[in-house]
């Protein structure tokens, strides 16, 4: 909503009048500037040739008296290069190269002058306008080889303020002084270091799409507007950024900036009047603030919500009325409210605006329904400011009538067919185009249409079809068909359901996607490859006989008079090996340990399983896929024959497989309790020679991870074909691993078993002291016994304080520490002494725990 404006105007005016704003960016590292020296002309006069001019001379020049001479040098600097442009240096300099008496000071002046001319001499000099500078030169000083700079950057920018093009510096010694003090000088020079400051132009408003906007007539805009405006910069390898300023516009005391199209507007009132501007600035410098742009501040949506009326789709109940692809006219009525001055509207994905012939008037849409069903448009009222209202749903049955299809696709350049079919009962008849080409019309009949279609490529087709009654379309549908000119391949035998057998021969059929087909050329992998002509059809056969089970994919080109070729088709099917498949698990295999077999058949006819390992009886199984465990008696590699039985009695060709049966011995081990090892008790190793002759069993033993190297040791064979090694477990954790072959009286050695055991610790631990240098002599408290590992062979504890008596406490499986009281007699340092006992009656080795018992008085 807006208000009245005009009352802001004066007071306005008269602030911005009043106001200056400066902007300064801070300097960081030159990115743009450009550097150089400027283009110069100069001269020296002589006093000891009065009359002779000297335009341009090369070689160095004479300042002060050096016999005859006497020397004063005149340089003009064109200023072309620096106008328009922000300077950040400009330098003049030169130095001197030799000098007649260093011992003597020499004051040097520069001076601006009129410029020089061709005919500049002793006599005819240009005249001095301005003392620049004055330099004592010679002792005390660098002599020679004294350096002159100056700084010329206000000299210059005067100059250029004046609108001139040049600046000419006289170098002399000054005048009376000059005798004995000639010096030569190097031509002298003037660097410079200037930057273009960015220029922006085009300010508006990007959001709201609105122009710039005076103070008498601001932008209407909402509160997420977006400033807009070009920044142009004449250095070419700069990058210049826009700022932005906005401010109430009769408070430009509140100015703020940002580098951001979107101003921060939070608590500006609706209908203020802002001021904004923009300024572009690159890494050296700001340019000028561009035009002084307003908005006013209206956030307020329009409050009358649009009518959405439609003469071909008025209604929302089934069956509807038009049809997919037939357009209807929308109309969007504003009902009169004149702070709507457009729409936005959208039926399924991106919003657009349509503006009224007049604010609170209406406008036309044209929406076309894809689908049948309902549908929907939904619109809301926008303003000047670019507020938009809450959305207006219309919501309207579309009828169906769009056709649907079939295709029968034969390629490229063949005839395929199209049949189409529509629900409506008033359907005439059908229209389809391929691409955009021209339309064909087919008849209906019985609410179906058929025809033909030719397509002249490869690829993805877009069909657009028609449903007609008479002349009026009364529904639209496209399809799209993917177009090949693969050959078509066949086979009766090779399918992916079908159950070819290796060796059984079978046939492929090629037929043509597409004209003018020679020949084909066909590729099965490891099945083989080759080439076979057409016939006069354009189709060809070709005969295959696998040679071996596994999965396969044919792949087929035709190939046309030119050589030119079609795209792959691939068929893709499995061929039946007759071999019955025979997995087996015999890692670590070792005799009297059984070996898991997994066997079957894909033969279709197969009804059982037939076996025999290591040249033993047959087995038979009476299934086509059987698991079962085959037992070997001796080491060695040995054989397992497999067939598969046929429901004729007959069995396949075999599959034999090799098991290997380690000749290592056998190892079982008895700990204190279990299989397990227990910290600091024995743990015993039962061996049992597989090895046939076996005689002397050769092992070592000990942690895999204690580091420490374990010496080989032998115990003989005994005559039961067992030995029985003992090992102390030592303290700690970790693994006792056992790695023992055997050996023959011949030396002959077996495969190695290495074979181990966890070790269980057997300790028992305080985990709860009730004297840490507290409590005193007297004072009860209780002990915390726990246990790590072994809890369920564990009965009670056992424990003393220092010299005192041995007690006993049940050990409580059902907590996490079992609890004993002591009462100390003995204050100052104690030891705990503490065992566990174990269901055989033995005891964990003794854990000493110091505590202090502290000087607390118990209680009478």
């Given amino acids: 909503m807006l208000r009245s404006l005009r009352a802001l105007s004066a007071a306005v005016a008269a602030a911005l009048c009043a106001t200056t704003v400066l902007i300064g960016v801070t300097a960081g590292p030159a990115q743009a500037e450009t550097y150089g020296n400027l283009p110069r002309t100069w001269t020296f006069t002589d006093r000891a040739t009065p009359s002779t001019p000297n335009p341009d001379p090369a070689g160095n020049y004479l300042i002060g008296s050096r016999g005859d001479s006497t020397g004063r040098a005149y340089f003009t600097f064109d200023l072309t290069p620096l ?11 030169t130095t001197e190269k ?121 932008t209407p805009a909402l509160e997420a507007l977006q400033f807009q405006a070009t920044v142009t910069d004449a250095d070419p390898n700069d990058y210049a950024r826009i700022w932005f300023a906005y401010w109430p516009a009769d408070r430009p ?47 307020v949506a329009p409050a009358t919500r649009p009518v959405v009326s439609s003469e071909k789709y008025p209604t929302s109940t089934y069956p509807g009325t038009g049809g997919p692809g037939v357009p209807g006219v929308f109309v969007l009525d504003a009902v009169g409210d004149v702070d709507t001055v457009a729409f936005d509207w959208y039926t399924e994905s991106a919003i657009t605006r349509t503006r009224p012939e007049h604010p609170g008037g209406r406008a036309e849409i044209t929406v076309t329904p894809r689908l049948w069903g309902t549908n929907r448009v939904r619109v809301a009222a926008v303003d000047t400011a670019g507020n938009r209202g809450p959305w207006v749903e219309y919501r309207y049955e579309v009828r169906n009538t769009a056709p649907s299809s079939t295709f029968e696709l034969n390629g490229v350049g063949l005839t395929s067919h199209i049949t189409l079919y529509s629900q409506a009962a008033e359907v005439t008849g059908f229209g389809y185009a391929v691409d955009g080409g021209p339309e064909t019309r087919v008849p209906a009949v019985d609410k179906q249409g058929r025809g033909d279609l030719v397509f002249t490529s490869v690829g993805t087709k877009n069909v657009l079809e028609r449903a007609f009654a008479g002349d009026e379309v009364i529904g639209t549908h496209t399809s799209q068909v993917s177009v090949t000119d693969a050959p078509v391949v066949t086979s009766a035998e090779f399918t992916w359901s079908g159950t070819p057998i290796a060796g059984q021969p079978g046939s492929f059929t090629f037929a043509p996607r597409t004209t003018g087909v020679t020949s084909y050329r066909y590729d099965l992998g490891e ?63 070792q005799v009297g340990r059984p070996i898991t077999v997994n066997a079957w058949s894909d033969l279709p006819n197969a009804t059982g399983i037939v076996y025999r390992f290591d040249d033993g009886p047959t087995q038979t199984y009476d299934s086509s896929h059987a698991d079962f465990d085959v037992v070997p008696t001796r080491p060695g590699d040995l054989t397992l024959v497999v067939w598969a039985r046929l429901s004729d009695g007959s069995l396949s060709p075999s599959t034999t497989i090799v098991l290997h049966v380690d000749s290592a011995p056998t190892v079982t081990a008895k700990g204190p309790f279990t299989e397990d090892a227990v910290a600091l008790r024995p743990v015993t190793f039962t061996v049992t020679a597989v090895q046939p002759g076996a005689a002397t069993f050769r092992y070592t033993v000990g942690s895999r991870y204690d580091g420490e190297e374990h010496p080989e040791q032998t115990v003989p064979v005994g005559a039961d074909g067992t030995a029985t090694i003992t090992y102390d477990v030592p303290a700690g954790w970790g693994d006792v691993t056992l790695t023992v072959a055997s050996l023959t009286a011949g030396g002959e050695v077996s495969d190695t078993d290495e074979f181990s055991v966890v070790v269980r610790n057997a300790d028992a631990v305080l985990s709860t002291n009730p004297w840490p240098d507290a409590g005193g002599v007297g004072v009860t408290g209780q002990f915390g016994f726990s246990v790590y590992d072994l809890g369920e062979y564990t009965t009670s504890f056992v424990w003393h304080v220092n010299d005192g008596p041995v007690q006993e406490t049940a050990f409580d499986p059902w907590a996490w520490e079992t609890l004993a009281s002591y009462t100390p007699d003995h204050a100052g340092a104690n030891t705990l002494y503490l065992q566990r006992r174990f269901t055989d009656g033995s005891l964990s080795p003794v854990t000493e725990v110091p505590f202090e018992v502290g000087t607390e008085v118990a209680a009478v």
């Avoid at 940002?258 to 572009?280: E, F, K, R």
């Fill in 83 to 93: 106008k328009g442009r922000v300077l950040h240096r400009v330098t003049f300099y």
């Fill in 98 to 218: 030799t000098v007649d008496d260093c011992g003597r000071v020499a004051p040097i002046e520069v001076w601006r002058t009129t410029p020089v001319t061709a005919g500049t001499t002793w006599d005819d000099a240009p005249d001095e306008l301005e003392l620049l500078t004055e330099r004592t030169w010679g002792k005390g000083t660098i002599c020679p080889g004294a350096y002159l700079g100056i700084d010329m950057i206000p000299t210059v920018q005067a100059a250029l303020d004046r609108g001139e093009d040049t600046v000419t510096l006289e170098v002399r010694v000054k005048p009376g002084s000059e005798e004995g003090l000639g010096r030569s000088m190097v031509p002298a020079q003037m660097s410079y270091a200037v930057n273009h400051a960015p220029i922006v132009s085009g300010l508006k408003l990007r959001t709201p799409d609105a122009g710039c906007g005076t103070l008498d007539d601001p």
């Fill in 527 to 589: 099945g083989g490859s080759g080439t076979v002509d057409a016939g006069p059809d354009g189709a060809a056969t070709v005969s295959w006989t696998p040679q071996a089970g596994g999965y396969f994919t044919i792949t087929v080109t035709s190939v046309d008079a030119d050589g030119n070729r079609s795209q792959p088709a691939q068929s893709s099917f499995r061929v039946i090996d007759p071999h019955p498949t025979v997995s087996a698990y015999d890692h670590d295999s």
């Fill in 253 to 299: 005391d509140l100015r703020k900036e940002t580098n951001s199209l979107s101003p921060d507007l939070t608590g500006i009132a609706d209908g203020t009047v802002m001021a904004w501007t923009a300024q572009g600035r690159d890494y050296d410098d700001a340019g000028p603030w561009g035009d002084t742009c307003y908005f006013v501040l209206d956030s």
